[in-house]
């Protein structure tokens, strides 16, 4: 039943590795989001695909590389992991790429790095 | 640029107390507005949503308005209960000639005591 799923849900890693995380929704969206969360609740958008395509490519190092193999999955891939990645990382769906309808959001992956 | 600028927490109530979270905003165009709900560990919900001036969304005893005038969209329930303790996000989203326009603010923290 769950919506919008993410995992893994805790990821904890060295300095200088490649991670992923996965991204599914089963709620038909054709829209779907990154988010960074940080250590003080502050969130920030990272990236949106809509059906497929980037649509939106925030201020992020070139690092984190998107990728959506159909509508239903975005996942984030993470190159040569620093110490300022860690973060609470939520993906998210919704009906439109517009903005009007609201967004879904998954539990969110907690990445520490050591 | 947009922004949405919300009332610092953190916020402690006594059950059944009244409760206000402020929530300003600044856009170019006609943004719709969102409030936004974290329980611990979890992610973000929908809480309640505007989309034009003077709409006012509810949901769980929560309520608030879309001022244009004041550009602000406070949120206020008039009787908190201890379930009620969570992180509140206030949020704008604005579709323009340049693309989506997504904003969260801070996020104040709630929580009622018995």
């Known amino acids: 039943d769950t919506a919008v799923s993410q995992t893994p849900k805790y990821l904890v890693t060295q300095m200088g590795n490649d991670k992923s995380i996965k991204c599914e929704q089963n709620l038909g969206h054709d829209t779907m989001y990154w988010y960074k969360q940080d250590s003080k609740k502050f969130l920030k958008i990272m990236f949106s695909?809509?059906?497929?395509?980037?649509?939106i490519n925030e201020t992020v190092p070139n690092r984190f590389s998107p990728k959506s193999p159909d509508k239903a999955h975005l996942n984030l891939h993470i190159n040569s992991l620093e110490l300022g990645d860690s973060a609470v990382y939520f993906c998210?769906?919704?009906?439109?790429?517009?903005?009007?309808?609201?967004?879904?959001f998954g539990d969110g992956t907690r990445l520490s790095i050591l | 640029g947009d922004s949405v600028t919300q009332m610092e927490g953190p916020v402690t109530l006594s059950e059944e107390a009244f409760l206000t979270i402020n929530c300003t905003y600044t856009a170019t165009g006609y943004p719709s507005l969102f409030w936004y709900v974290q329980y611990p560990g979890e992610g973000l919900q929908l809480l309640l949503k505007a989309t034009k001036a003077d709409d006012k969304g509810s949901n769980k005893g929560f309520e608030a308005t879309y001022r244009k005038e004041t550009t602000s969209f406070h949120l206020e329930k008039g009787s908190v209960q201890v379930s009620d303790s969570a992180v509140y996000f206030c949020?704008?989203?604005?579709?323009?000639?340049?693309?989506?326009?997504?904003?969260f603010g801070t996020g104040t923290s709630l929580t009622v005591i018995p």
């Open positions: 998210a769906s919704s009906q439109d790429y517009q903005g009007y309808q609201p967004q879904h």
């Open positions: 695909y809509n059906n497929k395509e980037l649509i």
């Open positions: 949020a704008l989203s604005e579709w323009t000639n340049t693309g989506n326009q997504f904003y």
